[in-house]
Each structure stands twice: as C-alpha cells, then as structure tokens.
C-alpha cells in the first residue's frame, strides 16, 4: 500500500493505476482519491503554502509548493550560480566576500522567516552559512540575496539564523569553538585554556531588514548547535544546545558522548543588551566582511569591520543559565505558548521537556548545581517538565501543530512520532523515508502553526525513486496531519542537502512578489534608459560597453576597436518592463560564463579577450520568436592596432 | 488550492473511456465577443473616445520622455522597424485604440482582430511597458504631435 500511495501524487498515474487495476466503481474512487486529491493543485491553480528548504552543501536555498511538492525556485546564496550567473558577473561578486576573500561556496542550514508578534510576516528569509561563518538576508520581493554578513570568532555558523518574535535580532551561534584573537595559532591540544565559544547577537533594522552586529557573548568552549527565540512568555530569551561539555578537540564521535547530559543555553537577550547598552564589556579587534546590497544603484557595498563587542557572562549577572539536558542534544524547540522547551538529545532515551515558568522560579531560588565560567548551572530536576518515553532511536527536531501536539523527527529509527504536550505521551508515529532530519509544519515554530501538513527532510530516497547511479538526490515527504493520524501524502526530490525548511501561507508573500525593476527607478551608474543612449567608450585600456536588451537585439549589436590587452566591461541593461521577459548574455571564450538579467536590471559583465578574431555573443534566454536573431559580432584586434571604436545596430 | 473535481474526474472517466461532456479546461477560455465600441477602439481601460483637445506642449514634452525610454526600441519614425511606423499612427488609428494598445498590449494582440492581425505581421508582440493611464495620454500627446501636418 506504500507503494501504491508513491505512485498517487500524480494525476496522471493515478490514471495509470486506475488504468492496471481496472476501472473502478464509485466506492473504490473515494478510496484511490486521498493522498492525489490533497495534493494536486490543478494547472493554472497556486499551491497554498511556499517552503523554503535550505540547499545544505548547495548553499542555495529552493522554494516549493505545499502541497504540490512543486519546485518554483533556486535562489543563489553562498554559491556562485552559473545558471543565472550570480556570483560572476560583477556586481554580484562582492556579496561573497569575505576576510578570507572572495569564497564561491558555502554549506547553507537554517533558513528562518522574519517574524511579527511571533508570526512569519513574509518580508525576509534569513539563512546561515556554515563553513565560512555567514548570516545572508533575502528579500521576499524580489526573492534575491540582498545582504551576506561575515561572524568573526566563529568556526560553524551552525545554531543560526533564528530571529526573535519580532525580528529585534537574529542569532549566530559557534559549532566550534576557536580562539578569539584574530588568526591566533595555540596548540590543538590547550583547547581548554585558549579555544572560546562565540553566540552572535544580530540587530535588525525593522524598516530595511538591515543587518548589524550588536555583540557577541563568550561562552565556554563546547559546541553550540541550534538554537531558537523564545515566544509570547519566553520571548526575552534565547536558547541553544550544546554537545561537547567534555571539551574533547578529537575523536569527537567518542569522547564528546561520555556524559550523560550537556546543557540548554539560556540567554537573556534583552538583559544582555542592556548591558551592552550600560557600556558593560568591550570592543576587541575582529576582521570580518559586510555586504549589502543597494536597491537604489544595484551594487553591492562591502565593507570590512575590524572591531567587535563582546560580553562575558561572569560580567553580565542574570544573562546566562545552563540548564542539563541528556545527551549530546540537536534541536532545542520552543512550544507555541513560549513555555514548553524541548530537547532532542541525539543519544538520549527520552525527549526531555523543560519548562520555562520552572526555569523562572529555578533562578529566583537559586536551585543551582554549580557553575562554568561564572554560568550558574541549574539543576536537572528543578527544569524538567516531563520525559517523553519510547520516542524513537535519536530524537532531533521538534515542531508543533497549535493543536496541542508534538512533532519530533527521529533519525536513527527514521520515523515521526507525535506526542502530546499534556501527557507528554506518544500518541502516534509513522515511517520517514529514509533518514530523517530536520521536519517542518508551516508556521511550526511560531505562535500560531498552520497545524495541516508536515514535511520530512529525509537524507536518502534508497529505492523510492528511480535510480540515477550512486548520488540520489535528497527526498522530502509531505504528510496530512490534519486528523488524529499522520498520513503520508507524496514523495519529491528536492535540491542539494535540505537541512531546516520554513513554511508560509503563499498569500503571505505571493500579492509583494515583484514583476519587474521599474527603468524609472534604476540608479545603477552604468544603466542606460533608452537604446539611444547605447554607446562605446574606451578609457585607457578599458572599455565600456553601454548595451540595451529588448526583445529580440542587442544596442549595439557591432563592436569593433577593442584590441588584445583591453579590459571590457559590458553594463548591460534589460530595457523590457514586462513580467519575465529575461535576456541573456553570453560571448564566445568567456570564463566566467553568462549573464541573466531580468526586465529593468543592469548588470556588468566582465570580459578580457585573450584572442584576436570575431566573437560572437548572443541572448542566452529565448526571448521571443526572433530570439535567434538576437545575436551580435565584437571585433578583436592585435595589441596596438589603430581599428577605432566603432559600434552600432541596423543602420542607427 | 481548489479541489480538482473537474479536470481530475475527466480525466478518470476518459481513462475508462467514458465520454466527458465538456473538455474545458482552467487554460482554454472561451472567445470574447467584442462589443463594438471594442472593434474600433480597441480593448482595455479606456473605454470613451471623445473630441480631443488642441495639442497640449506640455503634455508632448512628457510623452516624448517616456517614448524616448520605453517605445524606441522598438518604434522609429518612418521607418518599419520591430515594430510599425508610427508617424501617422493617429490618422489610422482613434485615439482610444492607441491608448488601449499601450495600456493592455497581451490582450489587444490575443483578442483584438486588429491586434492579432499585427502580431502576425510583426512576430514580436507588443509588452506593456509598466505605462500609467496619464503616461499613456501623454504618448498619444507626442504621436499627435509628430503626426503630418494635414
């Protein structure tokens, strides 16, 4: 019936099945409809919620369709991106950049929402980058990165990039801990005395979305890994896993799994900023990259910081609270009420709950088992809530339905068990295919869920696909939970390593979804508003190509007098102003590949001919019925030859 | 999402060889019939043709403006060019079919037997240029203004 259930997500097949198994009579059609009439979406209709599923070892982000399963989108985000060209051509390059230059690639996790009075509101996407510690903001209407920031004294940007219940900050948290002072070499071996942890407190500007790094909080060195803001009760708080108490630096898979419990980081983000506020810590020299895009002129302005603020916790009374937790825990998940917080230990037996208004009432009395680095470690028993009991082989991630239910993935054992938040009972649990992470209920991890369908993020398809040698693509699963039963939906491939995904109700986003860049409002420095003012200017050894697009030539389509030696910048300008009329650029021998623009944008194109003869260069995006003819001719000359510029179009 | 009852229940039934009794789907909609005033002046938001008043400089100055970044590409005077010449478009045309051809260019060249014929002669279709109404009154200033003296 699993199978079967495989086959029905497409109407089409479901055709196909009826077809095999015989035409059915009225009672055997309610009984084949289920999971395909949930999840089709009719040509021409729109799914009812977007996804947001991190790319992992992509760097990307992609966006689909729920309950479709539909793939709208790859957005580029840490990676270069041939296919649009992001991350070649030039403006876009600088987005990457970082104090340890310009880096083509990143490892990206945890997208989250920005969020109003704890709700996504659809104006951002944040998503961290792993490997070189980065936060990137994308703008939801125009669906483009807009903002990448570098984290200085972290090694893994892991526990990121989880915004307040009003988007006051998003977090950056340490995977690993590293000295502090910049490019300090120790040996490995004094990780105790000389590595720290970092947890990155990020101020957002409310009206822009702009990015600022407020300060950052030392912490002792183990390994943060998630994190999350607290909500409604909860929401002056922070909290974050940590795996590694043993602050091992090798064999980690050995020696960071001999204690019984690591701890919950809870932090005080109000009281810490206060502090900051008051003047408390100080300003140590930090080396890190800023780079913001500007709507007003398309370029993009990095910036290198060389100061950061830090706090420590023995300074900051009241900031910071350990709370025990079994046993090297993943995600730490807040309950739609702010009061729940639930860990999913990794090797642990149970899933853990704690209780905030405990944890409260801990501090006040002081029901502390001593202390780390001036952190007052709270005792186990005076947090816990409840232990869920049988949940599975390596509880992860939970997230919530707003219906009073729990929804934890469960690698190891590679199902989803729902569980109450009364009774702290497994009151149901069904199959993830295969090897499941992160879950996802759209709105889940905000006050007010959309409680109707569930997502796994698995980590292999095995054999539920079509097999397409060695390296399948990653499978996501979409499940009904709309009634006492989890029931599977459809099975769709998705792109790269989708590690957290976010949900969002589509009328959310979908009305703000820009069509165009308006020509009226194009303050790039090398546009052109009109083909007239197409034109070629040599500066020295450089030489500016000022070219319009529109359906179907290029302004100027003839380029001769560039010679061997010269460098040639094309600031191209899509001169369409209609929904999805792209244009393309791409020239014979380019190494850095093409150009996509869309209807109003300018982009430069960088090109430093290495040959004489003719290149040819043609639209890359099939435009109209006379794409092919869009097309044109550069002449390259010999070093010191005398060919002047020349460039025109037809007769103009 | 809409439930799917119809398209996915022909859909089963023409599986099993039933005979649907309607093939329409969500992407075929049926013709429109144009009224009139439509033929003549076209389909879109400007649905009077009233006496136009003397040539107003200022208003050609706007239209010359937005002609220069949003029309030449494709429009030169005189000239076939990717598109028709325009210089006498307002002799041939009323000035409500030039502004309806501006504002709602997909549906002129789709539903309109003038427009269809044009798309067909010139193979590119027109884009709505992201033109307001008063950008559009302001165009058909300056082809006013460019059209031959009678």
Redesign the interface.
């Known amino acids: 019936m699993k199978r079967l259930h495989l086959f029905i997500g497409s109407?089409?097949l479901?055709?196909?099945v009826?077809?095999m198994s015989g035409?059915?009579s009225s009672g055997n059609?309610l009984d084949t409809r289920d999971a395909?009439?949930k999840t089709?979406?009719?040509?021409?209709?729109?799914?009812?919620f977007y996804a947001f599923m991190s790319g992992g070892y992509s760097g990307q982000v992609s966006v689909f369709g729920i309950?479709?399963g539909r793939l709208f989108k790859v957005i580029p985000v840490f990676s270069q991106d041939p296919e649009s060209g992001y991350g070649y051509y030039e403006e876009s390059k600088a987005l990457l950049n970082t104090s340890y230059g310009f880096i083509p690639w990143d490892d990206s996790h945890h997208p989250h929402l920005s969020q109003t009075d704890g709700m996504a509101d659809g104006r951002w996407l944040f998503i961290n980058g792993n490997n070189t510690p980065r936060i990137a903001r994308i703008d939801l209407k125009s669906f483009k990165t807009v903002e990448i920031l570098e984290l200085p004294n972290t090694g893994g940007n892991h526990g990121s990039s989880f915004v307040t219940q009003n988007t006051e900050y998003v977090i950056g948290a340490t995977r690993f801990s590293i000295p502090y002072e910049i490019d300090r070499e120790v040996p490995i071996s004094s990780y105790k005395d000389n590595f720290k942890g970092a947890l990155t407190f990020i101020k957002v500007d409310p009206k822009t979305g702009n990015m600022t790094l407020d300060f950052q909080l030392v912490v002792p060195p183990y390994n943060y890994d998630l994190a999350r803001a607290g909500k409604g009760k909860s929401a002056d708080w922070y909290f974050f896993t940590t795996y590694n108490t043993e602050q091992a630096h090798t064999l980690l898979e050995i020696n960071s799994s001999r204690n019984d419990r690591d701890y919950i980081a809870a932090v005080n983000w109000v009281k810490a900023a206060e502090y900051v506020r008051q003047g408390k810590g100080r300003r140590v020299p930090a080396n890190y990259h800023h780079n913001t895009y500007d709507p007003a002129t398309s370029l993009v302005n990095s910036k290198i910081q060389k100061d950061v603020w830090i706090l420590e916790p023995k300074d900051a009374p009241g900031v910071m609270y350990f709370l025990p937790t079994p046993k090297s825990p993943h995600g730490v998940d807040v309950d739609p009420s702010g009061e729940l917080l639930v860990a999913g230990g990794k090797l642990a037996t149970v899933i853990p709950v704690h209780s905030f208004s405990k944890m409260l009432t801990a501090i006040e009395n002081k029901e502390f088992d001593g202390e780390m680095n001036g952190i007052p470690i709270i005792k186990y028993e005076s947090t816990m809530i409840g232990e869920v009991e049988n949940p599975g082989l390596g509880p992860l991630h939970t997230e919530f339905d707003g219906k009073g239910f729990a929804y934890t993935s469960v690698y190891i054992s590679s199902e989803v068990v729902k569980w109450s938040l009364e009774t702290f009972k497994v009151v149901d649990r069904i199959d993830a295919y295969y090897s499941i992470g992160h879950l996802m209920i759209p709105g889940g991890d905000t006050r007010r869920p959309f409680g109707k369908y569930m997502i796994a993020l698995n980590k292999t398809p095995k054999d539920r696909y079509l097999p397409v040698g060695p390296k399948q693509n990653h499978p996501a699963q979409l499940y009904d939970i709309s009634g006492d039963k989890m029931q599977l939906l459809l099975d769709f491939p998705t792109i790269g390593e989708p590690h957290y995904a976010q949900g969002i109700r589509a009328d959310l986003i979908a009305p703000n979804s820009m069509k165009?860049y308006?020509?009226?409002t194009n303050g790039h420095p090398h546009a052109i508003?009109?083909?007239?003012e197409s034109r070629v200017v040599r500066e020295g050894n450089i030489v500016r190509v000022y070219m319009?697009m529109?359906?179907?030539?290029f302004?100027p389509d003839n380029i001769e007098g560039i010679r061997l030696g010269d460098t040639v910048y094309f600031h191209i300008t899509n001169?369409?102003?209609?929904w999805d009329?792209l244009h393309g650029f791409a020239i014979k021998g380019a190494t850095n590949g093409e150009v996509l623009l869309s209807p109003g944008q300018t982009k430069t194109f960088k090109w430093e001919p290495t040959r004489t003869g003719i290149f040819p260069f043609y639209c890359t995006a099939f435009c109209?019925?006379?794409h092919q003819e869009m097309q044109g001719y550069v002449r390259v000359s010999p070093r010191g030859s005398n060919t002047p510029i020349t460039f025109g179009t037809g007769t103009r | 999402?809409?439930?799917?009852t119809l398209?996915?229940l022909i859909?089963?039934i023409?599986?099993?060889g039933g005979q649907p009794e309607t093939q329409q789907?969500?992407?075929q909609k049926p013709a429109i019939d144009l009224t009139p005033f439509q033929l003549e002046h076209g389909i879109g938001p400007v649905t009077s043709n009233p006496e136009l008043p003397p040539i107003s400089p200022e208003l050609v100055a706007k239209g010359a403006a937005i002609f220069?970044?949003?029309c030449?590409?494709?429009h030169v005077m005189d000239e076939r060019f990717?598109g028709p010449d325009l210089r006498d478009v307002t002799e041939r045309r009323s000035a409500a079919f030039i502004q309806n051809m501006i504002l709602n260019p997909s549906d002129m060249i789709r539903k309109h037997p003038e427009g269809k014929k044009l798309l067909a002669d010139f193979?590119?279709?027109m884009?709505?240029?992201?033109?307001t109404e008063e950008d559009a009154r302001a165009l058909l200033e300056y082809l006013r203004s460019v059209a031959p003296k009678p």
């Open positions: 109407a089409a479901l055709g196909l009826l077809f035409c059915p059609l395909a009439m089709y979406v009719a040509p021409g209709e729109h799914d009812e309950p479709s165009i308006p020509l009226e508003k009109s083909v007239n319009g529109i359906r179907s030539n302004r001169l369409e102003q209609e009329v109209s019925a006379l | 999402m809409k439930r799917p398209p996915l859909l089963l023409a599986a099993c789907t969500t992407s220069e970044m949003k030449v590409s494709c990717v193979m590119t279709p884009p709505y240029q992201n033109v």
